[in-house]
């Protein structure tokens, strides 16, 4: 993509409404904007690293044995009334009557959608286990939303639902969940640590939060140090096998939110490895049984004949809060540094001297070269003064910048930045090439 052809709305004043780095560094690079209190645009810079969050999420739900599928923003109450869970949602469902006079909501979750989706068609215990998703637009009605995308009304949620025959069928399937999102968040350059949890309005009383350590989060949390630095399982763990090891690993270590925290079993953990911080919930799983099964009647029949409630379980992932935690966790007082898996553009392009002939050439060479690999390059071939090209590539993060111009040229060079370490070199830029190149490789 070319700076000239592309929309980047970066700003240089800091948007006084914005708190958090994550949430001005989004405003000034250009990602969102802000459509009314907790609703917002994705720009195509925001656009693109939301994108790049929902692919790897889809992949790893994938890997994990869940089955895509899309479900409506706008739900009949009556379902919710079935479950019980109309009135008990409050003020934070946002309520709709159609011109029927018929109400309607916009959905804040799926748990009663999916379970008479499954009832409708599954009666068998022989088509269990099942696992569905889908990545849609919710809406929760926010008495404060904040921090721009990571609290705000209207997000975008990654969220999967489990049906099995037993409870311990059903702790499978959250095993599975368990593991594919230590994958998927290590995927994104994130140490996300699962906690034990309250489970609010979704119900149940098995459930952990995927919390990243950040100073800015919502959350208090107290953990075993060593869960921080424990490395993921690995894309080639077996998700037929048993998966129930690699969930103790984590679970026998004490970590809690502060509404379940239990300060006695915390003093436990020897003081050097105690560690309480803040953190942002980056994703959420529960296990609730037949809470919904049961009142909306979504029986199987089992090998016996008789018939029982099917058990189940849900599983979120915050897409869009996401795109606000990485930055919350890889930033400087420049600007953003997007891991390589996430960023919007894999290389920036630099052109110190828009005009010359030969810098313009060899800006063109790199870029169809780059293009050519799959870096998905953003070339900067605005008339703007050098000075103004490099503040804006620091802002926007991309992970490397290919800096060309007359001086460098007359010595055969270029120069190649590393966004995170800020580390310059210059070489031949066929040698620029193969090192970006040889750099464009996903991360885990
Ligand atoms: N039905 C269950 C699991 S599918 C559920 O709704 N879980 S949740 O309430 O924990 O939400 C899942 C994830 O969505 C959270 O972990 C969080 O990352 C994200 N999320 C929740 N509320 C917001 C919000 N207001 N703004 C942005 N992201 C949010």
């Not at 269990?128 to 919710?138: G, R, S, T, V």
């Not at 025959?165 to 368990?178: C, I, K, P």
């Not at 998927?184 to 350590?213: N, Q, W, Y």
């Not at 919904?292 to 849900?314: I, K, W």
């Amino acid at each position: 993509m070319r700076v000239s052809k592309y929309f980047l709305p970066t700003l240089k004043e800091t948007p006084s409404e914005a708190q958090i780095a994550s949430h001005r560094l989004m405003l000034r690079a250009g990602m969102v904007r802000q459509e009314a209190a907790g609703i917002y645009s994705w720009l195509p810079l925001g656009f693109k690293v939301l994108q790049n969050i929902e692919q790897i999420v889809r992949e790893e739900q994938n890997r994990a044995g869940a089955v895509e599928m899309l479900m409506p923003t706008i739900q009949p109450a009556e379902l919710w009334k079935e479950s019980g869970r109309y009135d008990a949602y409050g003020k934070e469902m946002l309520r709709i009557t159609d011109r029927h006079k018929r109400e309607m909501l916009y959905g804040p979750t799926n748990e009663e959608m999916l379970t008479a989706i499954f009832r409708s068609y599954c009666r068998s215990y022989k088509e269990l286990p099942k696992m569905l998703y889908h990545i849609q637009w919710k809406f929760r009605d926010e008495v404060r939303p904040r921090f721009g995308v990571m609290r705000g009304r209207e997000f975008l949620m990654k969220d999967a639902y489990s049906f099995d025959v037993d409870e311990a069928a059903a702790r499978r399937s959250y095993n599975r969940m368990f593991i594919a999102y230590l994958n998927t968040f290590a995927r994104m350059g994130l140490k996300a640590v699962p906690m034990r949890a309250e489970t609010g309005p979704i119900g149940g009383d098995l459930s952990h939060e995927f919390i990243i350590l950040a100073d800015t989060g919502e959350s208090a949390v107290f953990c075993h140090k060593d869960l921080v630095d424990m490395p993921a399982p690995g894309l080639d763990v077996d998700f037929d096998g048993d998966l129930q090891p690699l969930v103790d690993e984590r679970t026998a270590l004490y970590a809690a939110t502060e509404d379940v925290h239990d300060e006695a079993a915390f003093m436990k953990v020897s003081e050097d490895k105690r560690l309480s911080a803040r953190g942002i919930e980056v994703g959420q799983v529960f296990y609730f049984g037949t809470k919904y099964s049961e009142p909306m009647r979504a029986n199987v029949t089992l090998a016996d004949g008789s018939e029982q409630p099917v058990h189940m379980g849900s599983y979120g992932v915050g897409v869009s809060r996401i795109a606000g935690a990485i930055i919350e966790a890889s930033h400087d007082e420049n600007g953003i540094i997007w891991p390589m898996a996430i960023a919007p553009f894999k290389v920036g392009i630099i052109n110190l001297r828009q005009g010359d002939d030969a810098t313009d050439a060899a800006c063109e060479e790199a870029y169809a070269a780059l293009v050519e690999a799959g870096l998905d390059p953003l070339y900067d071939d605005s008339e703007n003064r050098a000075g103004a090209k490099f503040s804006r590539m620091d802002l926007i993060g991309l992970p490397w910048q290919l800096i060309i111009g007359p001086r460098g040229l007359k010595d055969g060079t270029v120069e190649i930045k590393e966004r995170a370490s800020g580390e310059r070199q210059s070489l031949p830029l066929d040698d620029a090439l193969n090192l970006l190149r040889s750099k464009n490789v996903s991360a885990i």
